[in-house]
Structure formats: structure tokens, C-alpha cells
């Protein structure tokens, strides 16, 4: 987020697309990346082949939408379930597939959901979100999505998968700035996963010194006598 006292709605949009390249990585164990240019659009459109879209309220009121081509549904949706376990041969081949279109639609709410933690802490605001609705777009056809947006801000984005394919991240909101009081201290952040990972490790360590003072023979003497002295006092 701008380091500065200021937080305007291109901040927030970076945010949000480091969102989608980090839930995108990490749940189909590939690179999704993001350029680093951001075009400005005069309105938000549903595009083929595969678009997905959430409205957004709360502190402030935005719309997101996502334009995957064919190619980039498919990866990121095989890649995301052969990274879950899921043999290749039970997987859709066509993004016009239910399947390609519900686990995208689960990966969009995935991706708002990362967004909208992030970004309800860092600015102090409460979101929310509609459920993401996904749709199967002829190459003819393109929506618009009217949201009650005073001052609308439009941009977009352009993404691309491990093996190149393009899709687009489309992002509208009410123009808005957050202004960062002198005396506000941001809380510090905490990896979850690396969190778990740290007590595992630990956990791993008290167990093995566990093993070792079992497997002590000296220990173990100590402890068989103690078992004899008391077994002696209760005249067994």
C-alpha cells in the first residue's frame, strides 16, 4: 500500500491485483503475474469467453470484473485441480463446462475475500461483497454492469498465466481518498500459513527431545526404580 499519509483508488486497485496473482499462484501451484501498466476505461464489460464479475459496498462501493479467454479458464482451472488431488482424467476440457464455471467463481470469492481483509484492515473500513456470478460469453456479446457509482474510476489490467495466456481484470469505484492520521499505527501482519508451519516445526522438536528422554536408559532407570519403591510400599 503508498506509504504516504494518502491512499487513493489506484492504491486500492494494486491491492487488489496483487490479490488475484497471489490466490491465482498459490491455488494452481503456477505464476500468475500482472503488468505493470494500468489503462484507463471509461466503463466495466462483461467479454468472452468466460467473465466473472462481484459487487462490492461498505466504506466504499466498487465493481469487479474478471474476462478470462477460454485458454486462461482452462489452465488456471486444471492446474487447480490437479494441484487438489484430482486424477487429469476426470477433468472438463471446454470452459463451457459447469465445472470450469463453478470452481472459477470459487477462485473469484477466494480472491475477494484476500482483497477485502487486507484492505478492510490497512483502511480501517468495513466490505462487503456480492456473490461472484460467473458467465459463458459468445465472442459477439459483451455486457455492461450499471452500479450507483457517483464518481466512477475505471481501470484495467491485464494478467497472464505460467504458459502465457491473457485474461483481463476490470475495476470500477467510486473516486475516493483515505487520509492516514498522524498518530495511526498499522497492525503488524502475520503469514498464517508460515505461522502454522513455525508450531509445526516445533512441535516436531518437542516431540523428538520427547523420544530422546524416553529412549534415555538412564531415564528409564529412574523410572523403573520409582515404579519398585512404590510397588515395595504397597507391599506387591
Sequence with gaps: MNSSSTVKNDDILLKLCHSVSHVLSSTSASHVSHAGMVQSISRTRLKPDLACFSIFDGGFSGLVVINFSAAAAIEIYRRYMLNMGM?????????????????????????????????????QTSISQSQPKMLVINKELTISVDTNL??????????KTENNHIFYLEFAMDKTEFIRSADFEMDEEFDLDSLIETHGKAAQVNTAKS???LNDPNIKGIVVDDADDLLSELGL
Excluded at 470469492?109 to 490497512?122: A, R, T, V, W
Design 211 to 213: 523420544k530422546d528422554v
Design 150 to 159: 457517483d464518481n466512477a474510476v475505471a481501470r484495467r489490467v491485464s494478467f
Design 87 to 123: 486424477p487429469e482424467a476426470e477433468l472438463a476440457f471446454s470452459h463451457t463446462s459447469d465445472d470450469v464455471s463453478n470452481v472459477m467463481g470459487e477462485l473469484m470469492n477466494q480472491i475477494l475475500g484476500d482483497f477485502i481483509g487486507k484492505i478492510s484492515k490497512e483502511l
